[in-house]
């Protein structure tokens, strides 16, 4: 299989980090939806990032339905999702939030980078960064239960999509996300980096 995008992105970083830790092959190749737009264009024409292409040339998108079908080849040791049913639905909102603030924290560097500052409107701004920072508020509570993993004794998808939303809004943003407002957040981010899942695809 070939993972498509890069891994400044939150969303490609998450499939490759979580492909590393299920143990599942492929092949990373980091195309830019920006400046490599016709390359990318020609392997999927919707350039959206991540896109996965399977063995038999399936081209899938968007990292979640990407990591469902890495849960179903991955051995039962090497699943990313908590077994029992209250830690899934905690996992699920810890996902959740982690998700709301890379969204957040895009719409504003889109805003910023990509629109002319005579039409980027203010309010909006305002609104899209107070969910940014009422998200990490939340995951912060959220994260600060525990002491090392979310979940267990290794990283799972909860960790995983926390610590890479994290260390990307920080080097988005890093006058609006700042790790000592967010300590629990920087400690998990800080432990994740420190892996070789992450090592092994850094933030770039």
């Known amino acids: 299989m070939k993972l498509i995008g890069m891994l400044d992105s939150p969303y490609v970083r998450r499939v490759a980090v979580s492909f590393h830790l299920q143990d599942i092959a492929f092949e990373h190749q980091p195309l830019s939806v920006f400046s490599a737009f016709d390359t990318f264009a020609a392997i999927n024409p919707v350039v959206k990032a991540p896109t996965l292409i399977t063995d038999d040339g399936t081209a899938l998108m968007d990292s979640g339905l990407i990591l469902e079908l890495g849960e179903r080849l991955a051995n039962p040791d090497r699943k ?12 699920q909102r810890v996902i959740g939030l982690a998700l709301a603030a890379s969204e957040k924290t895009v719409q504003i560097v889109y805003e910023h980078n990509l629109r002319p500052a005579e039409r980027q409107h203010e309010p909006w701004i305002d609104r899209v ?28 998808q909860a960790d995983i999509t926390s610590a890479i939303a994290f260390r990307f809004s920080r080097e ?7 790790a000592e407002a967010h300590p629990a957040l920087a400690a998990l981010s800080s432990r994740a980096e420190a892996t070789a899942a992450f090592g092994t695809f850094p933030f770039s």
Do not use: C, K
Request: aromatic share 8%.
């Open 172 to 178: 988005m943003l890093p006058d609006i996300i700042t």
């Open 129 to 156: 960064q107070g969910q940014l920072t009422a998200a990490y508020r939340l995951l912060e509570v959220e994260v600060r239960q525990s002491d090392a993993w979310l979940f267990g004794n290794r990283p799972l």
């Open 80 to 91: 990313l999702t908590p077994s029992g049913l209250d830690a899934f639905v905690r996992a």
